[in-house]
């Protein structure tokens, strides 16, 4: 059912819906993360993307350093936006 909401509906508003979802699941998780920062972070994983983009792979998770804290984000490659952002695990 997903695969069909996902090719009958618009890139850009895929991806709008990804980066509130990210911005609410963040939110619930404690993360400091707003939208200025979702859309640069997303910039900056798409000019590296020939480094990290293994065929046949649609999503990665990348370690990220907020000023405050450490957390993880889900990066969709084929919508090529941020779709969830927890906080990293604690280690020890």
Excluded: N
């Amino acid at each position: 059912m997903m695969d069909a909401i996902a090719t009958t509906t618009p890139p850009e508003v895929m991806r709008l819906r990804c980066q509130t979802h990210a911005l609410m699941r963040a939110e619930e998780r404690g993360v400091d993360i707003d939208v200025g920062a979702v859309v640069r972070l997303e910039a900056a994983i798409e000019r590296l993307r020939a480094a990290w983009e293994v065929p046949g792979v649609d999503r990665y998770w990348f370690p990220i350093r907020l000023p405050r804290q450490r957390c993880r984000v889900l990066y969709d490659a084929r919508l090529r936006c941020i779709v969830t952002v927890v906080p990293a695990p604690r280690l020890g």
